[in-house]
């Protein structure tokens, strides 16, 4: 029956879909289309039944198994899929809701996302919150059946076109960190919510701050109980890495082996046993990243599912480009330093955006205590603030000379 | 093809680990160091007779189990986890492998059977290509000159296949452990779980093997980079078990260690690096029974992770150990031994990598 599904995937992607060109890999996937144009895709994909391959069928899924989801990554890596915007919303808030949310929650909005009507984003970074999400400062406070929002996001991919985002906000200072805050469902069209772009060091914006200045949240909005948000983050987090983790890689990158391969040959670099060397080896350690996101799939399928070895995969995939970069160094020289040749100009470019993965999504430092806690087993962090009141504790980042200002955003 | 175990290797890697457990743990090994044998042949004996490992990758015509490469990764991933000696490597692996790739006939039935068995001990006398042996005298009556070394059980085997320099290129030639003009050495083995040999050919007569000594050879070496990389897995899946055990229960300021970064970071790389390794050893093996021809590369790349990465997790065993794991009572110091000549046997580092380099045609 997968065999079957593969094959309905495989012709229909080719029908509809544009085949993957070499040095597609910044990460924006179908970025020169535009919104209208991911939005009649999406919708397209839906109607040919390969949207929410997982889903149940009473919110818009296809109620299939993680089999035919596997059998689709494989056959999509192939192609650029112009629906990239709704990659955050169906894989974050989409699977969070599916989890844990209301029942009118999941049939107001899941449905609506898989038939690429409405795009969401996911609000939970701060300025003062980041490895540590839940010394966050946005505050909700209740007003009347609802909350008033007030705070800032930051790390915001998608917030300028998104129209709603799952946001994470304290609404009890009173209580130890992790017990005071809750997830709501935030309209970003609403009054009060300012999206600003986020310049990166790569001199690109993939990203935004949001702001939000007494914004209303009705009392449909809280997704899971009133102050259980953290629980409710922590399977957004875990969807989150797994989405990242098990990412097709797509099969072409200008800082994969293959590109950096053809560069060093046609720069007369293969012929240095140390550029060689170093090719081998970052061969060696891509298969070995993508031979253990494969292991990961095929435990999934036999019902072992990766859990927090999704963080594994996420570091892994981080070091790795952080060895690729070192490898393109060793094989470009100088010319990386400066040069008018577009090919080279791009591997430079992806040399300055090499240290992002490693932070975003939970920094490489977050990960590796997560899989000394969650996966080995080792004792719990000797974190001081557990049990004490969020308002008594100090969060962001604090100078001596300036009085610390418990629980106010800055 | 699929990564993850069959419930058919999955039993092997069990009973495996169950005999390592009940008949050869590192307490053997200890005694082993003190009576100076090269391994425990009780253990041989259980380990061929009784759960067939030397046969597995030998073809049932040749009386092995016919079982692939897969089924033989998989015991010598248990097997490296306990540090157990034996001649597996060296005769059941490599020799066999070499052998099984030439077109002599008459030695493979004749060898074969005795190895699947574990009655005959064989090895193969490839040693990095650094020391050489040399055809001398005429081809009707071959003798061979020379010392290779280090030589993986060359004391111990009875019979050795020794590539050498006939004047129009390489050839396999058999040498049989009484002939004349045959010295054999016995090393000081940085691990002990292995022993080695100088081997010294003087005029030493031997026989020429039929069949394509170069594609034989470089099969061999395959064969090294995934036995080696299995073994490596095993092993440092033990080291991990055996550090974050010890960061579970040893407290210091207040706290088990485990709850500190400057430990708990390491353990997630060492994590971290097993699981990719361990992917490419699975790769690896299956390629080895269903891809041949991504075999080669596979092997590589399963050993150029695990010689570094099993290296590095023995450093960090001894370190996060502190004092106790740098005293001779400790085992990490048994691990140690075996990372460092498991990163060097067979190939060096850079030579892994040129040697891969070599078969991805960059």
């Known amino acids: 029956m997968t065999e079957d599904f593969r094959a309905r995937a495989r012709a229909w992607l080719e029908a509809n879909a544009p085949r993957r060109a070499a040095g597609d890999d910044d990460g924006e996937s179908g970025a020169a289309t535009t919104l209208a144009e991911q939005k009649a895709f999406q919708a397209k994909l839906y109607d040919a039944g390969f949207a929410g391959i997982t889903w149940p069928t009473e919110y818009g899924g296809q109620g299939l198994t993680n089999a035919e989801q596997i059998d689709w990554s494989r056959e999509a890596r192939d192609y650029d899929l112009p629906n990239g915007a709704f990659f955050i919303g169906l894989s974050m808030p989409g699977n969070t809701i599916l989890e844990v949310g209301s029942e009118a929650q999941k049939k107001r909005y899941l449905p609506a996302m898989l038939r690429g009507?409405?795009?969401w984003c996911q609000l939970?970074?701060?300025?003062?919150?980041g490895s540590d999400v839940a010394s966050l400062q946005t505050s909700a406070v209740r007003d009347g059946d609802g909350w008033v929002l007030n705070g800032q996001k930051v790390w915001t991919s998608g917030a300028q076109y998104s129209d709603f985002g799952a946001v994470l906000a304290r609404t009890d200072p009173a209580k130890p960190k992790h017990e005071g805050i809750s997830m709501f469902i935030v309209d970003m069209h609403a009054p009060g919510v300012t999206v600003r772009p986020l310049k990166v060091?790569?001199?690109h914006s993939p990203f935004n701050e949001v702001f939000f200045d007494n914004v209303r949240i009705p009392a449909d909005g809280l997704i899971g109980e009133e102050n259980k948000g953290w629980a409710a983050a922590v399977v957004m987090l875990r969807h989150?890495?797994?989405?990242?983790?098990t990412m097709s890689a797509p099969r072409t990158s200008p800082l994969g082996y293959e590109s950096l391969r053809s560069l060093a040959a046609g720069l007369g670099r293969t012929d240095d046993q140390a550029v060689r060397r170093r090719l081998a080896e970052l061969y060696a350690r891509s298969r070995g990243v993508q031979l253990f996101g494969l292991l990961l799939r095929e435990e999934a399928m036999a019902g072992r599912l990766p859990g927090a070895r999704?963080?594994?995969?996420?570091?892994?995939?981080?070091?790795?480009?952080r060895f690729a970069a070192n490898v393109a160094l060793d094989v470009l020289g100088d010319q990386l330093a400066g040069s008018d040749a577009e090919e080279l100009q791009t591997v430079a470019t992806l040399i300055v955006a090499a240290p992002g993965s490693a932070i975003a999504g939970g920094t490489s430092e977050i990960q590796r205590n997560i899989i000394g806690e969650r996966v080995l087993g080792l004792a719990k962090d000797p974190g001081v603030d557990r049990s004490t009141p969020f308002n008594q504790l100090r969060v962001g980042t604090q100078r001596s000379d300036v009085p610390a200002s418990s629980g106010e955003p800055r | 093809m699929t990564l993850i175990l069959t419930d058919e290797e999955q039993a092997l890697a069990d009973s495996v680990r169950r005999f390592v457990a009940e008949r050869s743990p590192l307490t053997s090994l200890?005694?082993?160091?003190?009576?100076?044998?090269?391994?425990?042949a009780g253990v041989w004996k259980q380990m061929t007779a009784q759960l067939g490992l030397a046969g597995l990758a030998i073809p049932e015509e040749y009386g092995g189990a016919g079982a692939g490469l897969s089924a033989l990764s998989v015991a010598l991933v248990e097997l490296g986890a306990g540090l157990v000696a034996s001649p597996l490597l060296g005769s059941a692996v490599l020799a066999a492998g070499t052998l099984l790739r030439l077109d002599d006939e008459d030695a493979k039935r004749e060898l074969?059977?005795?190895i699947a068995a574990g009655e005959l001990m064989a090895t193969l006398a490839l040693a990095g290509g650094r020391s050489k042996a040399v055809l001398v005298g005429d081809g009707s009556e071959p003798a061979l000159s020379g010392t290779v070394s280090p030589v993986l059980n060359g004391t111990e085997a009875d019979v050795l296949l020794v590539p050498a320099d006939s004047g129009s290129g390489t050839v396999l030639y058999l040498v049989r452990a009484e002939a004349p003009g045959l010295t054999r050495t016995r090393l000081a083995a940085a691990d002990h779980s292995r022993s080695l040999a100088r081997i010294r050919l003087n005029a030493t007569p031997a026989r020429a093997l039929a069949g394509d000594a170069a594609a034989a050879l470089s099969a061999a070496a395959d064969l090294a980079n995934l036995a080696l990389a299995s073994e490596s897995a095993g092993a440092m899946r033990a080291c991990l078990d055996m550090t974050s055990g010890y960061a579970k229960i040893r407290v210091a300021f207040g706290q088990p260690i485990g709850a500190f970064q400057a430990v708990k970071h390491r353990l997630a790389d060492m994590q971290k690096n097993w699981e990719l390794g361990y992917a490419a050893v699975r790769d690896a093996a299956r390629a080895g029974d269903?891809?041949?021809?991504?075999?080669?590369?596979?092997?590589?790349?399963?050993?150029v992770l695990l010689a570094e990465a099993y290296f590095d997790a023995v450093v960090d065993t001894v370190q996060l150990h502190g004092g106790i794991g740098f005293t001779w009572e400790h085992d990490a110091h048994l691990y140690y031994k075996n990372g460092l000549s498991n990163k060097v046997l067979f190939g060096t580092p850079g030579e892994q990598l040129d040697r891969l380099a070599d078969s991805l045609g960059i």
């Open chain 2, 30 to 40: 200890r005694q082993l160091i003190s009576s100076g044998e090269p391994f425990d």
């Open chain 1, 124 to 129: 939970f970074s701060e300025p003062g919150a």
């Open chain 2, 112 to 114: 074969l059977p005795g």
């Open chain 2, 290 to 303: 269903e891809e041949p021809g991504r075999f080669s590369v596979a092997a590589s790349v399963a050993r």
């Open chain 1, 310 to 321: 999704g963080s594994v995969a996420k570091l892994a995939g981080s070091d790795l480009g």
């Open chain 1, 240 to 245: 989150e890495r797994i989405a990242i983790g």
């Open chain 1, 117 to 119: 009507e409405e795009i």
């Open chain 1, 201 to 203: 060091a790569t001199g």
